[in-house]
């Protein structure tokens, strides 16, 4: 069984920062691709960013440069930097990494519970 598990979401005010951190622990052979996602409320759930095992980043654009991601490839963790933070970012926001159980299982997408971010004044 393969859990993960994210901290760091609150309330913060425009233009502030906000560090999420994501856990993943169970039954772990290997991490591929890490990624961070957020559901506003209505709306889809979307792409923030991915992480590869080897630390190649892709950001959506409406993040490009505000947000950081970053993985301890030893400690199982990924986490989000997110730095002028605007009321638009409210969301929950969900991490999920492509996690193979076994040497001999296939790799499948596992997901965190979520934690809520709110940007406010």
């Known amino acids: 069984q393969v859990q993960l598990v994210e901290s760091g979401g609150g309330l913060v005010q425009p233009g502030g920062s906000l560090r999420l951190s994501c856990a993943a622990s169970?039954?772990?052979?290997?991490?591929?691709?890490m990624g961070w996602y957020r559901q506003a409320p209505g709306k889809q759930r979307e792409l923030v960013a991915v992480?590869?095992?080897?630390?190649?980043?892709n950001y959506a654009d409406s993040v490009e440069g505000r947000f950081t991601a970053s993985r301890d490839n030893a400690k199982n963790t990924v986490d989000l930097q997110m730095n002028s933070l605007k009321p638009e970012d409210t969301a929950d926001y969900y991490c999920n990494g492509v996690i193979q159980s076994t040497r001999w299982g296939t790799a499948r997408v596992y997901w965190g519970q979520g934690t809520q971010v709110t940007v406010s004044s």
């Open positions: 169970g039954s772990i052979f290997s991490i591929n691709a």
């Open positions: 992480i590869t095992s080897g630390g190649n980043t």
